[in-house]
């Protein structure tokens, strides 16, 4: 089986690279048993048609970024808080997750990757949400090492007899937080299956497709030691075996 993971604009010494983060790879190395396929962004002026690679694939899997949407795609004006910006993984994202969606093709979008699955779906974002009356401060902690930055900093509360409940046999668990974007209007057909203890939308689920799961944490990273991470990515192996 074939997982196509989209790549992100990585800028390493003197060069400009499109690329995955390992713990990506790790992951879908430890817990799902697919051959992952990286899908680099279009190169600028050049239309990205993911038509044929998703006739080819058996799954998605959308990553997070530290780049941000360019909110022209969701009707509000471009200010220094929305930076930085890729227009080209915007490109590739939306029409990925739209011919995923169209061929009901399993999915899993990952920070980054859930707004922008909310986007296609018609909704919006909020940005700079910790300057919001009674949010956490969902961004990055100043952090030395992998395990300081990624380590969980909330409660993530699952919607009863939800997806994650269900699939994990509790109401909530804590996640890492690396983001100052949030959802602002759900796109249709999103359910929330999960919120933070101040209301900010965690985690959703498309109800008119087999399969397709956003988290706004991250679960690429501890996979091995918290409770959610291993079993979704295995999740996602399930629901490209029996698709």
């Given at each position: 089986?074939?997982?196509?993971?989209?790549?992100?604009?990585?800028?390493?010494?003197?060069?400009?690279?499109?690329?995955?983060?390992?713990?990506?790879?790790?992951?879908?190395?430890?817990?799902?048993?697919?051959?992952?396929?990286?899908i680099p962004a279009a190169m600028p002026g050049q239309k990205?048609?993911?038509?044929?690679?998703?006739?080819?694939?058996?799954?998605?899997?959308?990553?997070?970024?530290r780049s941000?949407?360019?909110?022209?795609?969701?009707?509000?004006?471009?200010?220094?808080?929305?930076?930085?910006?890729?227009?080209?993984?915007?490109?590739?994202?939306?029409?990925?997750?739209?011919?995923?969606?169209?061929?009901?093709?399993?999915m899993l979008t990952v920070c980054r990757g859930m707004q922008e699955l909310n986007i296609v779906c018609?909704?919006?974002?909020?940005?700079?949400?910790?300057?919001q009356t009674g949010k956490l401060d969902h961004r990055t902690p100043n952090a030395d090492t992998?395990?300081?930055?990624?380590?969980?900093?909330?409660?993530?509360?699952?919607?009863?007899?939800?997806?994650?409940?269900?699939?994990l046999g509790v109401q909530q668990a804590q996640t890492n937080s690396l983001h100052w974007q949030a959802i602002d209007k759900l796109g249709n057909d999103l359910i929330v299956e999960a919120q933070a203890e101040d209301g900010t939308i965690e985690a959703v689920r498309h109800s008119q497709v087999s399969y397709c799961i956003g988290v706004q944490w991250h679960p690429e990273y501890q996979t091995g030691e918290n409770i959610i991470s291993a079993k979704l990515f295995g999740?996602?192996?399930?629901?490209m075996q029996e698709r």
């Open positions: 089986m074939l997982l196509g993971i989209i790549c992100n604009e990585k800028n390493q010494d003197l060069d400009t690279l499109q690329a995955v983060n390992h713990l990506y790879l790790r992951a879908v190395a430890e817990h799902m048993d697919v051959q992952p396929l990286l990205f048609n993911a038509d044929r690679l998703l006739d080819t694939l058996d799954g998605v899997l959308i990553t997070g970024n941000n949407i360019h909110p022209s795609h969701y009707g509000a004006t471009a200010t220094p808080s929305h930076e930085p910006f890729d227009r080209n993984r915007d490109a590739a994202a939306f029409s990925l997750i739209q011919g995923a969606l169209q061929r009901d093709l399993p018609g909704g919006s974002l909020s940005t700079d949400i910790q300057t992998l395990k300081a930055r990624y380590v969980a900093r909330h409660s993530a509360q699952f919607l009863e007899n939800g997806y994650f409940h269900n699939l999740d996602l192996g399930r629901a």
